[in-house]
């Protein structure tokens, strides 16, 4: 059990059955009454994202997860596969939990794997990803404030 003073971005609790990870939080202590904690939190399974308060102090039931580092391999489309860098093993997570995320992989790429019973639940990108830029439209005169270079 966690209190809401134990409340971090990322932090994974559990919540009427759901699963759902805390995206931002505000502790607010207002002039009258009693303080409490405003939160968003998004849920692991279906990524809708809701408002929740609680009061100061309340309990919650923090979901434990191990974590473990893999390696992105490629995306199927609808699932984006992974192997273990400690048993090598290959396993698959559906591109949604992941979300936009997904994005920001590139193949080969080490990745923070949070395991639930053994199972893979949520995956970590680096924070720092060095991507190219492919295709971008050349600067027209009007859009800038410095001078663009002509099509």
């Known amino acids: 059990m966690a209190t809401t003073a134990d409340f971090r971005n990322g932090m994974v609790i559990e919540l009427e059955g759901q699963i759902l990870r805390i995206v931002e939080f505000q502790h ?6 009693g303080a ?20 100061s102090g309340e309990k919650v039931d923090e979901v434990r997860l191990e974590r473990s580092e ?7 489309g609808e ?12 396993f698959a997570i559906a591109a949604e939990r992941v979300g936009e995320a997904r994005l920001y992989l590139k193949e080969n790429e080490k990745v923070q794997i949070q395991l639930r019973g053994g199972h893979p639940f949520l995956v970590e990108v680096p924070t720092h990803v060095q991507l190219a830029v492919a295709h ?15 099509p």
């Not at 607010?28 to 009454?33: E, F, I, L, N, R």
């Not at 984006?80 to 090598?88: K, Q, R």
Request: hydrophobic share 35%; proline share 3%; charged share 30%.
């Open 70 to 76: 893999a390696q992105y391999l490629y995306s199927d």
């Open 28 to 33: 607010v202590k207002p002039g009258k009454g």
């Open 79 to 90: 699932m984006l596969h992974f192997m273990d860098l400690e048993h090598f093993d290959q």
């Open 36 to 55: 409490f904690v405003r939160t968003k939190l998004k849920n692991v399974e279906t990524g809708a994202v809701i408002e929740r308060t609680f009061r």
């Open 136 to 150: 971008t439209e050349p600067g027209m005169r009007g859009d800038t404030a410095q001078g663009a270079t002509k």
